[in-house]
């Protein structure tokens, strides 16, 4: 009998202490456009390796805010580090391009918008779609909270900050609709036929529809021509030291051809 429970034990601690059972964890943090993909990503990389790889998508500062502390293995943004959030230790690594489409109801008559017009209307300057050869409504705007990466490359592209007291601010108007993620945007649009609102290219369907800006449609094609402007990369960003090796040869899969298939598949841009 006793040996009958020596023997268990072991296999037992076996069952524990085998590396061949182990399933490591790797943490990504960061933005809700990057997200999507890298949830294809890890989930496609798990497949053939012992890995697990876990995305939560705050936003794109809380990523740089996780990689900065080491919160997290690798941190996502969807927008260029600031020169606040840069540092010797904190590596960037573009995995994928997107497009930000500027999306309206379906039924909306607009088509063509210029970058000119998206500005104003985000300012509050025009206000009605018929100021835009629209219906005589008034438009409803739809933004990005504060910590989006997608807000933050919208409004740098779309020249949407101003100065208040030397101080770099918002210039989205204060009336504006937040939603906290591409899903809940697409959902304020695509219920509201006076809406407006701004969304990853690779998280638009039949919702919604995309504008063409400055007579530009949305598209890859016209993101890698150079023709569609509002477009920005997809970072990965860590701390140096930080990542275990399965993150980062997690992070090395990602940047190859099989892994930037993916990213192509699911309608981004490959870094290849």
Known sequence: ????????????GSMVFNPAVANETVSVVGSSSVSPIMEVLGETYAQSHDVTVEVQGPGSSAGVRAAHDGSSDLGMSSRDLKSSEKADNIKEVVIA????????????????????????????EITNWKQVGGEDKP?????????????????DIMKLKKKINGIKVSAISQRAQVASGNGQLKTIVANNPFAIGYISLGSVDASVKPLAIDNHKPSIAAIKAGDYSVQRPFLVVYKEGRPSQAALSFLTW?????????????????IK
């Not at 009998?1 to 037992?12: D, F, H, R, S």
């Not at 500027?102 to 985000?122: F, M, W």
């Not at 438009?139 to 409004?155: H, K, L, M, Q």
């Open 97 to 124: 391009r997107d497009g930000i489409a500027v999306v309206v109801h379906n039924n909306n008559t607009v088509t063509d918008l210029s970058k000119e017009d998206v500005a104003k209307i985000y300012k509050g």
């Open 1 to 12: 009998m006793k040996t009958q429970v020596i023997g268990a034990l072991a296999l037992a």
């Open 139 to 155: 438009i409803v705007v739809a933004t990005r909270d504060t910590a989006s990466g997608t807000r933050g490359a919208f409004e």
């Open 254 to 270: 990602v940047q190859s051809p099989e892994g930037q298939k993916i990213v192509a598949d699911k309608g981004f841009i490959s």
